[in-house]
């Protein structure tokens, strides 16, 4: 979960919230995805029924967004999940540090 990513990260949102994907244990997972297609059909599969459309937010909001994960306790992200397995898991509150570190460095975000 530590070795550094660059990646475009796409967003699920379901009716304005991020998507979140559920892991074996029952903790939730941030749902991160890396192509539009892999997300429209998670969609399909998890929120039919629901508003939902896919961003592709700018570093400091995707920043802002895994913040607000973490504050209601959301501490892992999971990339390109699928029903019952995703391609990796990312801490969120490395990826705050990382972040902050960035910042105030005056370096760009990225992911």
């Given at each position: 979960m530590n070795e550094p990513v660059t990646l475009q990260p796409l967003l699920l949102l379901v009716e304005g919230a991020p998507a979140l994907w559920r892991l074996d244990e029952g903790t939730l997972a941030l749902a991160v995805f890396t192509d539009k297609a892999v997300a429209e059909q998670y969609a399909a599969e998890f929120a039919a029924q629901q508003p939902w459309k896919i961003a592709s937010p700018e570093p400091v909001q995707a920043v802002r967004a895994i913040a607000e994960c973490v504050r209601q306790g959301v501490v892992v992200a999971a990339l390109n999940p699928a029903?019952?397995?995703?391609?990796?898991?990312?801490?969120?509150?490395?990826?705050?540090?990382?972040?902050?570190?960035?910042?105030?460095?005056?370096?760009?975000?990225?992911f």
């Open positions: 029903a019952s397995k995703a391609s990796r898991l990312f801490d969120l509150k490395a990826i705050l540090r990382q972040a902050r570190d960035k910042l105030r460095t005056g370096e760009p975000l990225t």
